[in-house]
């Protein structure tokens, strides 16, 4: 087994982006990523301690030593879980990059997933750690970066396709992040590869958010990208980061 993954944070709060926003979920960001996107704010490495709330949904956070074993990331949901019941939708497995750690997931997501329904939230490049994993999760959250707005080294079409041709074994989504500068011939590229694989999965597009959580793309621009994947696509929607209006974690 490699290196013991480490965590970040373990949160409760509103699920902000793509097919179950609106929904709480139980949190757990994974350290690291292997990806560097223009538009992330968040730093990945690995860090000493692991940011707990110390209570669900209380935004207070404590340090915990990393990394933390499974029988005490499993005891804390389940105690969650439990103070609140109905509370929480989900388990959203998320980072950083998740797939990063395989085989860390394949020993978690089992003994989690006998407490709620586990979401994977991953930017969609690596397939081969998916296909590792995929019987212990019930939804996926996907990104394809757009050059526009995730400015990567080079372009990640033919990963993004490989990978979900793999997701759509379970409820898969995709989500781009769209910007003022995002040229229709990218939504486009993107709409290629989803029809190619599995037409009716749903696309979200999410307009880049400002420092102060609201929206940095004009509605005229978000209407016209639009029209260019829902001429392509049977289910396109828009949805900004919703946390981030909500100020929660």
């Known amino acids: 087994m490699s290196d013991p993954a480490r965590i970040s944070e373990i949160f409760s709060s509103i699920q902000g982006e793509g097919y179950l ?10 350290d690291e990523c292997n990806l560097d996107c223009r538009y992330c704010d968040t730093v990945y490495e690995k860090g000493a301690v692991c940011r707990v709330e ?25 105690e969650w879980h439990s103070r609140l019941p109905g509370a929480h939708h989900s388990i959203s ?13 394949h020993e978690w ?20 750690g998916l296909g590792q994993v995929i019987d212990n999760i019930d939804y996926i959250s996907m990104d394809m970066k757009l050059p526009s ?27 781009v992040v769209i ?10 590229r993107v709409c290629a590869i989803m029809a190619k694989v599995e037409r009716t999965t749903p ?20 209407l016209r990208l639009q029209e ?3 001429a392509l696509l049977p289910d396109v929607r828009v949805i900004p980061q919703m946390h981030k209006m909500l100020g929660a974690l």
């Open 179 to 188: 910007g003022q500068d995002t040229p229709s011939d990218e939504i486009s």
């Open 93 to 105: 497995i998320t980072g950083g990059e998740p797939l990063l750690q395989p085989e860390t997931l």
């Open 21 to 30: 926003a609106g929904r709480r979920q139980i949190f757990i960001r994974m």
């Open 203 to 222: 696309l979200f597009l999410q307009p880049l958010s400002n420092a102060a959580g609201g929206v940095a793309v004009t509605a005229e621009r978000i």
């Open 228 to 230: 260019t994947a829902a």
């Open 54 to 78: 110390t209570a669900p949904g209380s935004g207070a956070l404590c340090a915990l030593p990393q990394p933390p074993g499974v029988d005490s990331l499993v005891a804390l949901v389940a």
């Open 149 to 175: 707005t995730a400015g990567c080294d080079q372009a990640l079409w033919e990963e993004h396709r490989c990978f979900l041709e793999v997701a759509v074994q379970r409820q898969v989504s995709v989500k």
């Open 109 to 128: 997501l089992p003994e989690l997933r006998r407490i709620l329904p586990i979401h994977l939230e991953t930017n969609g490049t690596l397939h081969a």
